[in-house]
């Protein structure tokens, strides 16, 4: 078994040809994926509904994450193992590049906790840093 489809096993999904592309593709780059960058990558082999449940079902039980970029589009990152259907835990800093606008997570740099419980119940914190990536600086 390769470790995608342990992964689906993981979380009890089916271990469909889609989801496996879609896991491999969202691999296979250090940044975060784009939809239409998803889209353009796997072509005919997963078409745009498809895609699209698949996604869902994969930010529905931990296994993705979103990050909104400036122009409103979805982008997905793969999650660390402990996400699960109940808690995504994405404790990182994400960062967007000013010049290619590819979006990367940060997971050496730790969110701060912040407790306003006796005002707000947090349930997300999004830190976003800007700036040049390695690539374009
Ligand atoms: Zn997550
Ligand atoms: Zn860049
Ligand atoms: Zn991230």
């Known amino acids: 078994m390769t470790k995608f489809e342990k992964l689906l096993d993981n979380k009890q999904l089916k271990k469909t040809i889609p989801r496996l592309k879609v896991l491999e593709t969202l691999s296979s780059t250090e940044f975060a994926s784009s939809q239409p960058f998803l889209?353009?990558?796997?072509?005919?082999?997963?078409?745009?509904?498809?895609?699209?449940?698949?996604?869902?079902?994969?930010?529905?039980?931990?296994?993705?994450?979103?990050?909104?970029?400036?122009?409103?589009?979805?982008?997905?990152?793969?999650?660390?193992?402990?996400?699960?259907?109940?808690?995504?835990?994405?404790?990182?800093?994400?960062?967007?590049?000013?010049?290619?606008?590819?979006?990367?997570?940060?997971?050496?740099?730790?969110?701060?906790?912040?407790?306003?419980s006796d005002e707000f119940e947090i349930e997300t914190i999004e830190v976003i840093t800007r700036g040049k990536c390695k690539n374009c600086k």
Do not use: M, Q, W
């Open 39 to 116: 889209e353009k990558t796997l072509g005919k082999t997963v078409d745009r509904v498809t895609l699209y449940r698949v996604l869902k079902s994969f930010e529905n039980n931990g296994i993705i994450h979103k990050i909104i970029d400036d122009n409103g589009t979805a982008n997905y990152a793969i999650c660390k193992s402990d996400c699960n259907s109940v808690k995504h835990n994405h404790n990182h800093v994400h960062f967007i590049c000013a010049i290619c606008n590819k979006i990367y997570c940060l997971s050496n740099a730790p969110l701060i906790e912040y407790d306003f």
